[in-house]
């Protein structure tokens, strides 16, 4: 990671240092030197060179962090709007997925990479299962390292069982000229457990033992893992504080306490989770068996990839499900669990210690990398007044109002304007990718693939007759 030349300094900001204590500054500088934070405090000292950017009225925070996001995806933004789960996993894992060449990977990839950093997403894990072939693989990661933010390629192929590419030279040789020695942030190896009792998922588990790679996945998924696979692998000792387990959210308290005594994470994708059908977003389990959480979008060809749609909907859905809990024991709930200041958490920090990666990114404190967010927005009314900072990032915020990022020190976006990426090449290389898939599937698939049947509703039947007021004599007539 580069850093620009020049010092930089933010001034006179709302600073939420997500340290250990979740130490907020009002008033506070950030000064970065190179690609580390030098120091934060109040009044600080800045070199003559420094770049100085205004944070008056505005807040400071860690770049956030994407635990699980379908870049390749990005490519058909908003398609998905109407889907579930299984038109998702027809079109891309039975029919229409393998239509994607290295390119429209490529494509899909920096659109997503671009779209990442825009909303101050300074570090995002490309959970990457559409990589059919080492060219796929490699575009992947060309289109990642073309763009300046932090990214963990994880490695997938859904067109293929785990077992099968994980096994292979190829995937071996790719491991050795792009990731050893290569310029992504991490590597992850991504793919699911079916619970078939055989375990052929073993000789995968295998693999990212021997290379030191995390493994990542989709794990309690309705109709799709259950706790048979979690317990398949924690019966093989494949279970680390490194494993990412994504969604969680349909699975019995012997999964979720196998999670917890084997140091593993929770990446919750609530918008996900809700429209989708995986299971009701899980952090008020998690909660109870203590384990920690990230966040994520999982993908834009239903949502976007805005974590701070990810906050929003994970507190809401949290205080949704304590609300109905207690409502069906005619209980109240007067204290909510779940607050603003932990999601906030779960954002930054949450995602830095599931990536191993808590040393150095995740928090605005000295030493670490400088990935810097600035919110600020002088023309919102919503920027005034700031009286609970984490509330205000939670629910008064957006990603409108990311004004400033910065990555390992060097400016990616100013002023609400991205530097040094050219967002009409993303364009033109993901119009292609749409052009040659509305040709490949036929228009008419294509419409039919975004547009999924609207089952019937059946009216139920009500007893109250029709009435209407009758102004003239003061009464109901019917
Ligand atoms: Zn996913």
Known sequence: ?????????????????????????????????????????????????????????????????DTHRHMWQT???????????????????????????????????????????DAGVTTTVDWSHGLQTPDHADAAVDALEAVPGRFVLAYGNIQQGPWEWATSPEFRDFHRR????????????????????????????????????????????????????????????FMTPSTVYVHAATLTHDSYNRIAATGGSVSVSTESEQSAGQGYPPTWQLRHHDIPVSLSMDTSVWWSGDLFSAMRSTLGADRSREHLEAHAKQETITHCHLRAEQVVEWATRGGARALGMDSTVGALTA???????????????????????????????????????????????????????????ARARVAATIDHLREAMGEEAWQRGMNPDV????????PYQYTEWDAGSAQWKH
């Open 75 to 117: 490519a058909m933004r908003g398609y998905g709007a109407d889907w579930t789960l299984t038109q998702y996993f027809v079109w891309y894992y039975l029919e229409s997925g393998k239509l994607f060449s290295p390119e429209d990977v490529y494509a899909g990839n920096l659109l997503g990479a671009i779209e990442a950093i």
């Open 178 to 237: 792009r990731i050893d020695g290569g310029k992504l942030a991490g590597f992850q190896m991504a793919f699911d457990v079916t619970g078939d009792p055989a375990f052929p998922e073993r000789a995968a588990f295998e693999v990212a033992r021997e290379l030191g790679a995390a493994v990542t996945t989709h794990a309690g998924v309705w109709g799709a893992t259950n706790d048979d696979g979690i317990r398949l692998m924690h019966e093989g000792g």
């Open 1 to 65: 990671m580069s850093a620009t030349d020049r010092p930089v300094i933010f001034r006179n900001g709302l600073v939420l240092t997500m340290d250990d204590a979740h130490t907020v500054l009002p008033g506070a500088d950030v000064l970065v030197v190179g690609d580390r934070i030098a120091e934060v405090g109040v009044g600080l000292t800045a070199p003559d060179d420094a770049l100085e950017i205004d944070a008056t009225d505005g807040i400071l925070m860690p770049g956030m962090v």
């Open 367 to 425: 030493g670490r990398q400088a990935d810097v967010v600035l919110i600020k927005n002088d023309a919102s009314p919503v920027m005034f007044p700031i009286l609970n900072p984490h509330g205000h990032v939670v629910f008064q915020a957006q990603r409108g109002d990311v004004h400033t990022v910065l990555v390992g020190g060097r400016v990616v976006k100013r002023d609400g304007r991205l530097v040094g990426v050219d967002l009409a090449a």
């Open 455 to 462: 089952p019937e509703t059946a009216i139920l039947e009500n």
